[in-house]
């Protein structure tokens, strides 16, 4: 493994892959080499069927490739069997899917404690974990509620709760946006943006949603299975002016009000996660 | 690691439990189906084994009783030169195998004659004192009376043999017979008793008389040629076993029931035969009906099947999943079933079935009208393991498919 392999989250080499319908031929990622370091907040974007969702699948280990190098924390994930990628999806990766996808039977904090209990952990310690993650997403009141009480935005915030509960290096979100309006879409990416400044996990997270696409720390544009552009912001601290807002197109007496708002909305939350853990 | 192993199984059953609840209809009419089936199954079995057992009995307590003593080859030839050498040895034996319903006879062939024609019969003398250790034959004696003790010469006839002479009760019938050396013999005897039974077998070609009597007629005091035993059907093949052993070298046979009358047993093995073939119907349909059931809920998962394995679980947990679900509808529906079965033969054993209505008569038989069911336990067992077994195989093929399954295709497509 050389060294820049060991600064990167992923790793990936002259990336193809093509899926055959019969005899015919549909090429999806064309020789595509990219670089993800641990802590960015990657985007993805690209016209339908670019590639984008095969990208995050093979990387996600749960597809193959037909040839290039994937490594992901380090590790060749194509060399691996399918009980091998399960094992490594359990432990180090984390899934955000666009159609929320929660356990039906299974409350909120059921789903997120699920994978700490695939992972061994006790059903207690599970369900500890499982309310740390639903109040950082804002939802720790809801836990109790079942995936079909709740409203689109509230189950994609269990979702993104469920990737995080397992501790994982990366995660992964397929259009996490795309089944959301624009107003609920946008607070649940400032709320990942959060996250990832928070905690430093990595993101990479496919999307066409422009407000998405604002957000992004990196943005890789993809076209017929090949990167075309890959812009790349400088890394912010959190809890800056430009990081937690970064709606960078709005004049900056609104982005000011809207950082404040923010910090207080923050502020809030915090209080009010405390009163209910003391009640 | 332990530990773990037992969290991950316990989220496992947790799954497979909160979607069978999820699903409570489709859910509870599986289990109502398996147990219906398994229902009618349990209640098959106690009729057909009450059926059996009322008809062997009757078959056995009409006249030839549980298990016969003769000396060899008598069964296939009976001839008073056969008759049992030492019977004294013979009744130590049951004493010792602790057998008392037991009573002895004097066999031989004949003719019967009236004024007007003559029937070839079985002669048979019996001792009326234990006669009724052993059979009930004094209950088919519809004209009439039953031998007594003190009884000289009187006799008793099959209906039909009595018909075919046209005698009735208080005519004089002869008795024609052979001594143990076939020197022909004659004698007088009473109509006292004319046996209605609606046997073909009770009711033509037998004269019964006291033992007393026929030894008298062809002169051998105190000789018997059968020892006809009582005992309960379970005991049988080993009661029989014990008596060979004990008799070894006596150049004596011990038949049970159904070495006389094979065809009985065969009867029986057929019926039983039936109600397997049944067991296999209901089997398939037990193993259909839940197998469409694990199916349709297997595909209706698809996508949360491929979501679980996206994050982490493996092809054996998910799969392990719908195995809990069919076993669990499995073993619910058996318990309810054996509930179920059980309280109908229980109700049904209390008050009989009454089998007149449909068969009008049933004495040709040897059946009583009335019947009891009685649930054997190692039917109930076959029965329910084998219910049990088509709902691990009704799992197996969806459990198969869904551990198969590619998380991508699942998600996209379920
Ligand atoms: N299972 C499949 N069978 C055949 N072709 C496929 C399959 N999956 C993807 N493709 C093809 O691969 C290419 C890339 O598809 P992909 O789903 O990665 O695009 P995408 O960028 O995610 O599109 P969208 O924005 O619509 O989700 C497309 O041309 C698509 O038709
Ligand atoms: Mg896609």
Redesign the pocket.
């Known amino acids: 493994m050389g060294n820049n392999q060991d600064s990167s989250i992923i790793y990936l080499r002259g990336l193809h892959k093509c899926?055959w319908?019969g005899t015919m031929p549909?090429p999806?990622l064309h020789g595509l080499d990219l670089d993800i370091a641990p802590g960015e907040f990657a985007v993805v974007a690209?016209r339908?069927?670019?590639?984008?969702?095969?990208l995050l699948n093979i990387v996600g280990a749960l597809e193959s490739a037909d040839s290039g190098r994937v490594e992901v924390l380090g590790q060749d994930i194509l060399g691996m069997n399918s009980e091998q990628r399960t094992r490594f999806r359990l432990h180090n990766i984390g899934f955000v899917f666009q159609a929320y996808n929660l356990i039906r039977v299974f409350t909120a904090r059921e789903n997120v404690a699920y994978v700490c209990q695939l992972q061994g952990k006790s059903r207690k310690e599970s369900m500890e974990i499982a309310n740390h993650w639903l109040h950082e997403v804002e939802i720790g009141h809801l836990g109790y509620r079942r995936p079909d009480q709740l409203s689109g935005g509230q189950q994609q915030r269990v979702a993104v709760a469920r990737a995080l509960a397992s501790n994982p290096k990366l995660i992964l979100a397929d259009?996490p946006t795309a089944n959301l309006d624009s107003m609920t879409g946008r607070h649940l990416i400032r709320l990942m943006h959060e996250l990832n400044h928070r905690f430093g996990t990595t993101f990479l997270i496919?999307s066409?949603d422009p407000d998405v696409k604002q957000a992004a720390g990196r943005l890789i544009k993809l076209a017929d299975g090949q990167i075309v552009e890959s812009w790349e912001e400088v890394p912010e601290p959190p809890q800056s002016l430009s990081a937690s807002c970064p709606a960078n197109h709005l004049p900056l007496g609104e982005r000011v009000r809207n950082y404040i708002k923010t910090r207080k909305q923050s502020r809030a939350r915090k209080r009010r996660g405390g009163n209910q853990r003391r009640s | 690691m332990n530990q773990s192993t037992s969290t991950v199984i316990n989220t496992i059953l947790t799954v497979a439990l909160r979607n069978l609840l999820a699903h409570r209809r489709r859910t509870f009419l599986t289990i109502g189906a398996i147990a219906v089936g398994l229902a009618s199954l349990i209640f098959l079995w106690g009729f057909n084994e009450g059926l059996h057992r009322n008809m062997l009995g009757n078959f056995q307590d009409a006249i030839i009783g549980s298990i016969q003593i003769h000396h060899q080859g008598f069964f296939q030839h009976p001839e008073l030169s056969k008759a049992i050498a030492n019977p004294q040895k013979v009744v130590e034996a049951l004493r010792q195998a602790d057998v008392s319903r037991y009573s002895m006879r004097l066999e031989s062939f004949g003719l019967a004659a009236s004024d007007i024609t003559t029937q070839g019969v079985m002669l048979i003398g019996m001792d009326p004192l234990r006669e009724g250790e052993v059979t009930q034959l004094g209950k088919r004696i519809g004209i009439g009376r039953f031998l007594a003790p003190e009884d000289e010469y009187t006799l008793i006839l099959g209906a039909t043999t009595a018909n075919n002479l046209q005698v009735k009760l208080g005519d004089e019938v002869i008795i024609i017979g052979y001594d143990r050396f076939g020197a022909m013999l004659a004698e007088s005897f009473t109509l006292i008793g004319i046996i209605t039974s609606g046997e073909m077998g009770l009711d033509k070609g037998m004269a019964i008389t006291t033992l007393a009597t026929l030894q008298e007629m062809v002169d051998m005091t105190d000789r018997i040629t059968t020892v006809v035993i009582s005992s309960e059907e379970k005991r049988v093949p080993s009661l029989t076993a014990e008596l060979e052993a004990a008799l070894q070298g006596d150049e004596l046979e011990v038949m049970p029931w159904y070495s006389m009358f094979p065809v009985m047993k065969e009867w029986v093995t057929l019926h039983n035969g039936f109600l397997y073939l049944f067991l296999g119907v209901v089997l398939f349909i037990v193993l259909a009906g839940e197998l469409n059931t694990m199916l349709i809920s297997m595909l209706e998962r698809t996508r949360e099947f491929g979501v679980l394995m996206a994050i982490g679980t493996t092809g054996y947990q998910i799969a392990g999943i719908l195995l809990v679900e069919a076993v669990v509808i499995g073993i619910v529906g058996i318990l309810s079933g054996i509930l179920l079965g059980y309280v109908i033969v229980l109700f049904s054993s209390n008050y009989g079935i009454d089998l007149s209505i449909l068969l009008g008569s049933t004495s040709r038989f040897y059946v009583d009208p009335l019947i009891y069911p009685h649930l054997k336990l190692d039917h109930l067992g076959i029965t329910s393991g084998v219910i049990l077994i088509a709902s691990i195989f009704a799992g197996l093929y969806p459990a198969w498919r869904a551990s198969m399954l590619q998380p991508v295709e699942a998600i996209r497509n379920g």
């Open positions: 899926y319908v549909f999806a690209g339908s069927g670019s590639g984008k969702s095969t259009e496919s066409h």
